[in-house]
């Protein structure tokens, strides 16, 4: 079985703080791919990143980076010099490759990140 | 840029009544997933369809649940005797392959009274 923890269930920054969210997940496989997902007020879920199981380079795009630290299965995302529009409930998911057929996504609890002018 | 596209936006039934929730996937994804969060709590995996058939399905989906792929461009979910407790926001999710980052929608919020 998998899953995926967010400890952090909410988080208050004022704007231009830096902050991470972490995300902590358990498989048994030893493929695997992680990602996060930004769910704005409106409600709708928008991919920001996918990371395998292998590459574990730390990646960069923009105000935000993820950290992969396969020693301690943690896949944490960092904003930097957040913003007001950042505000958003931030899901960490992963999923596994036993079958290539569409494979599901297992959700983190969500981080909800306000960011305060 | 191509996007997930969900009718209704919201949905109002009585209990014990049939719903079809109803998604255009992007249009060169193979892929199809639903998924449902109730108010609140985290994003939980109902089905996934490729190639004409579920690949895989969740506790949740049970005999009460159906997916179909009626023609080239829609997918539906159907659930066929609502209960309270299926109260909850509906997403449809598409990939162009099994492993590929999942495009959602803007989900439909199916209210059961």
């Known amino acids: 079985a998998q899953k995926v923890t967010q400890a952090q269930t909410e988080i208050s920054v004022v704007e231009k703080e830096d902050v991470t969210l972490d995300c902590v997940y358990e498989t048994r496989d030893t493929t695997y791919y992680l990602f996060w997902y930004k769910q704005p007020p409106s409600g709708e879920l928008v991919f920001l990143i996918r990371?395998?199981?292998?590459?574990?380079q730390n990646e960069i795009s923009g105000r935000y980076s993820w950290n992969f630290q396969k020693s301690t299965s943690s896949f944490n995302f960092t904003i930097t010099a957040s913003q007001v529009v950042d505000s958003a409930v931030y899901f960490c998911a992963l999923i596994h490759s036993y079958n290539n057929a569409g494979n599901m996504l297992t959700f983190g609890g969500g981080t909800r990140l306000m960011v305060k002018p | 840029e191509p996007e997930v596209t969900q009718t209704p936006s919201h949905q109002v039934t009585q209990m014990g009544q049939e719903v079809i929730l109803r998604c255009v996937p992007i249009?060169?994804?193979?892929?199809f997933y639903w998924y449902r969060q109730i108010l609140g709590q985290k994003v939980e995996f109902l089905v996934s369809?490729?190639?004409?058939?579920?690949?895989?399905k969740s506790e949740i989906f049970d005999d009460q649940f159906s997916v179909e792929r009626p023609d080239g461009s829609n997918f539906t979910l159907k659930i066929r005797s609502t209960k309270l407790e299926d109260s909850a926001m509906y997403f449809c999710a598409s990939s162009d392959g099994g492993l590929k980052p999942q495009h959602f929608g803007d989900g439909t919020r199916l209210s059961i009274l």
């Open positions: 990371r395998n199981s292998f590459d574990e």
């Open positions: 369809f490729y190639n004409n058939e579920i690949s895989e």
């Open positions: 249009s060169n994804h193979l892929y």
